[in-house]
Each structure stands twice: as structure tokens, then as C-alpha cells.
């Protein structure tokens, strides 16, 4: 079997619950959902770019065994040697990427969970708070220092 490369992540998801408190009216919507995050070692690229976060949904099946509603996985090594900046910047990105949403049914509201694509590289209220600070994150490896991340 492979070496294991997921970790839990506490920390992560300590500054999860700070950056949603701190900006509580872009994250008014999601501030009741539940969280988990984990890392991972070593990192995962897509195309060249090393990917630094990405944040998917825990399907319905897997809330069986993750008691959360996004599961956020973030790269270990690029988080260490961020700066509590981009560390903030960073969970505020893949916070964007979520969204609650209540669907109206024949037998009453249901409530989705579900990711959304970026506006362009970013979000719109990302580049307003943080500029280009992707720009800044640390060279770690050979990979093209731009985090790129996706959403499932
Ligand atoms: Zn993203």
C-alpha cells in the first residue's frame, strides 16, 4: 500500500472558524455549516501549477463517516511555510468556493451544499481584500509558485 498522505488538520480548521467569524457578512450564509479539514503530503499539481487548497462537498453517503458538510484539503508543506496572511487569504478562497442553498420542493425546503466556481482566478471580494497575494506564496519546489485549486 501507498505511503498515507492525508493528515488531520486541527489547525486548519481552528483558522476556518476564525476567518468565518472575522468575515462574518461574505460568510453569513455558510457560518452554521460544518467543516472538516484535512492535509495533504507531499503536493498535487494540476497541469503545472502546485495545488495549495481545494474544497469539495461530503456527499450525503459520506456524512455517514465525516460528520461535515465540505471537507477542505489543504497542501501541508505550502501552508507551513505560508504567513498568517496568506494563510487567512487562502481559507477565505476556499470558504468562496461554498455555498448553502435552500431548494424549494414538493415536500418542502430542502437544503443543498454545493461548491461554485471562481469569478476568474479569484473572487471578486478576495482581490478587494488580499490583491494578488497568491503572488507572494512561498517557491517550495520546482512548480509554478501560483496556487491553483479546484472545486469538485
Ligand atoms: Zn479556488
Known amino acids: 500500500m501507498d505511503e498515507k498522505k492525508y493528515f488531520e488538520a486541527p489547525d486548519v480548521e481552528r483558522e476556518i472558524q476564525r476567518v468565518l467569524e472575522k468575515y462574518n457578512d461574505t460568510f453569513y450564509n455558510i457560518r452554521k455549516v460544518g467543516f472538516k479539514a484535512i492535509y495533504r503530503i507531499p503536493e498535487r499539481c494540476r497541469g503545472e501549477k502546485v495545488v495549495y487548497g481545494s474544497t469539495s462537498t461530503v456527499s450525503e453517503k459520506m456524512r455517514?463517516?465525516?460528520?461535515?458538510?465540505f471537507l477542505i484539503e489543504i497542501w501541508k508543506d505550502g501552508?507551513?511555510?505560508?504567513?498568517?496572511t496568506q494563510k487567512e487569504a487562502l481559507i477565505f478562497h476556499e470558504l468562496k468556493h461554498c455555498e448553502m442553498e435552500?431548494?424549494?420542493?414538493?415536500?418542502?425546503?430542502?437544503?443543498?451544499?454545493?461548491?461554485v466556481p471562481h469569478h476568474f482566478e479569484g473572487f471578486v471580494d478576495e482581490y478587494e481584500k488580499f490583491g494578488d497575494w497568491r503572488n507572494d506564496l512561498p517557491e517550495l519546489n520546482n512548480n509554478e509558485k501560483t496556487g491553483e485549486d479546484e472545486n469538485e
Open 79 to 84: 501552508w507551513d511555510a505560508s504567513n498568517e
Open 102 to 115: 435552500e431548494k424549494e420542493t414538493k415536500k418542502g425546503l430542502k437544503i443543498v451544499m454545493k461548491t
Open 64 to 69: 455517514l463517516f465525516i460528520d461535515a458538510d
